[in-house]
């Protein structure tokens, strides 16, 4: 009676005070079925890695809309790598401008969405693409 | 084996994982938790109870910084509920223990219920061997927080803190309801708050009233201010931490610290005896058809679950009972 269940977390890197965003995403990925461990704003990519590491989740996503995307997302993937934890999926979404989807992706950012995005297609790629590990 | 090593070696992810391999029930965890059992039996553990938002996290993550200072580690298993409609949950207990995340003296896991009733998740007693195995000192688990039938956590934790808050008008009528049994303390959080005076009034009452428990002790009612003005929170945080120690302390002086054990450890036995005995048998029945059979059966009033349950019994474990 083997089940695998999703789990993902989802964080607010640096000093971006918007959590809308990330508090729609993690009542939306419950009601996906995910279990969410969602860990509030101000996080350094440092704690952020470490939870995902404690919780052992298989997706970290990351939402900001500050502007510090450019520096806060890849800083995060590089700590899991570096902790052995390549194999967790890191997305993020937010404000982030056409021109650093480029930079993003060649850091380990797996995917990006932006406002406007719909939720089910968010739910819809995260169905496809991740898997419980 | 090797897995084992590794999480008695303090390996978090490690632990995390077998964690995780146990809530989904994957065969090959049973052979690790195997090992582990082994390497148990030094952490203090401290179960964390009361209502949705009466200051559980936020007093762990007290719990945390006054350990750490006392030079102990940690760890902590957060549980919260389930959505019994997608079955998803959100786990949000670790938001207030965020400032620890960091810091490798710190595991917090959180954990959903998944359907299992008394506030905690079935995985619970294992990850509390896991963690123990891994050498963390104090172990702090902080139930879901629905009310009555949390009383579980009394067969996981040496210290039971049964956490209410002033003006939230219900709070003794719950303890009536069975929670008042599994207290070793009341913590009154938010204790800044008008009411305080009156919760504890009617909490003392409560306590004349009740039996007394094994050893004599009575559970002391520790008063906590406000979370957020450091020198009062850190005054009812030592109170608090005192009282736990005094309370390890009864229990080892008055040799009651072994009926604690025994009691998780029959425990421990039930379920693991449920899960080697019922288990498989409900599988044959429900792969097979028959469990539909007998239900049916049983629609049509044909049969009693009495008679149906002496039939299996004869059927699968005939010649033993
Ligand atoms: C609401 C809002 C606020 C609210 C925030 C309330 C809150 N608690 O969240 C308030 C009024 C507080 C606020 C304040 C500020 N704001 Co403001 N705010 C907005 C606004 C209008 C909407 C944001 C929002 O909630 N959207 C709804 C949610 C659901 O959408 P979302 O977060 O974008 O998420 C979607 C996608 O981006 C994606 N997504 C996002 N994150 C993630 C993560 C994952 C894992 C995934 C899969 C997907 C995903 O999925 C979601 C669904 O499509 C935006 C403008 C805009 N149109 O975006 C400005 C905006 C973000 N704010 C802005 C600014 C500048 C500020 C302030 C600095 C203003 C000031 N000078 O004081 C402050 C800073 C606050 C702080 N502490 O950080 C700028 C940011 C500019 C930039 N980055 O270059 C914006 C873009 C406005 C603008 N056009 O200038 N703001
Ligand atoms: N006023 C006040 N609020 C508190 C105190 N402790 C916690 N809170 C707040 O109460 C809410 C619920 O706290 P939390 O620890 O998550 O409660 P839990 O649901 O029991 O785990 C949060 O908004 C806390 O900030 C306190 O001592 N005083
Ligand atoms: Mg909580």
């Known amino acids: 009676m083997a089940q695998r269940r999703l789990r993902v977390m989802v964080a607010k890197p640096g000093l971006d005070g918007h959590d809308r965003g990330a508090r729609v995403l993690s009542r939306c990925f419950r009601d996906a079925g995910y279990e969410v461990i969602y860990t509030g704003c101000h996080q350094t990519p440092e704690q952020i890695a470490a939870a995902a590491i404690q919780e052992d989740v298989d997706m970290v996503g990351l939402s900001c809309l500050s502007g510090a995307h450019r520096y806060l997302f890849p800083a995060v993937k590089k700590l899991l790598v570096e902790k052995g934890a390549d194999d967790i999926v890191v997305v993020g979404g937010g404000i982030i401008p056409d021109q650093d989807f480029k930079l993003l992706y060649d850091a380990g950012i797996t995917a990006l969405f932006t406002p406007g995005t719909t939720l089910e297609s968010i739910v819809e790629w995260i169905n496809t693409n991740v898997k419980p590990r | 084996m090797e897995k084992a090593n590794k999480i008695k070696g303090g390996d978090v992810r490690e632990a995390s994982r077998l964690i995780r391999n146990l809530e989904d029930s994957i065969p090959e965890a049973k052979s690790t938790i195997k090992h582990i059992f082994h390497f148990t039996g030094h952490a203090q553990v401290i179960g964390i109870t009361g209502s949705p938002g009466a200051g559980k996290s936020t007093l762990v993550d007290g719990l945390i910084e006054w350990s750490r200072k006392k030079g102990k580690t940690v760890g902590v298993l957060a549980v919260d509920p389930t959505s019994p409609f997608t079955g998803g949950a959100i786990l949000g207990d670790r938001i207030r223990m965020q400032r620890h995340a960091e810091d490798p003296g710190v595991f917090v896991r959180s954990l959903a219920t998944r359907g299992s009733l008394g506030g905690l998740s ?71 708050r008008e009411g305080t005076g009156k919760l504890q009034r009617e909490l003392m009452a409560m306590l004349d009233m009740s039996p007394i ?71 044959v029945l429900v792969s097979t058809g028959e469990l539909d059979r007998m239900i049916d059966q049983l629609l049509k009033k044909e049969t009693d679950p009495y008679s149906i349950a002496e039939e299996v019994q004869k059927k699968y474990l005939q010649g033993c009972i």
Do not use: C
Not at chain 2, 231 to 253: A, I
């Open chain 2, 122 to 192: 079935k995985a619970v007693g294992d990850a509390i061997h896991i963690m123990d195995a891994m050498g963390k000192d104090v172990i702090l688990v902080e139930t879901v927080g629905t009310g009555q039938q949390e009383v579980e956590i009394i067969n996981h934790a040496h210290t039971v803190l049964v956490v209410l808050v002033p003006g939230m008008g219900d709070e003794i009528q719950a303890i009536k309801a069975g929670i008042m049994e599994i207290a070793d303390i009341f913590v009154i959080n938010k204790a800044d």
């Open chain 2, 213 to 283: 428990k094994p050893g004599g002790w009575r559970p002391p009612i520790i008063k906590i201010g406000n979370a957020f003005e450091p020198s009062e929170f850190e005054k009812g945080l030592d109170e608090l931490t005192t009282k736990v120690l005094d309370h390890l302390e009864h229990l080892v002086k008055s040799n009651l610290i072994g009926d604690r054990v025994r009691r998780k450890t029959t425990h421990e036995l039930n379920e693991a005896l449920r899960a080697a005995i019922l288990e498989p048998v409900l599988k």
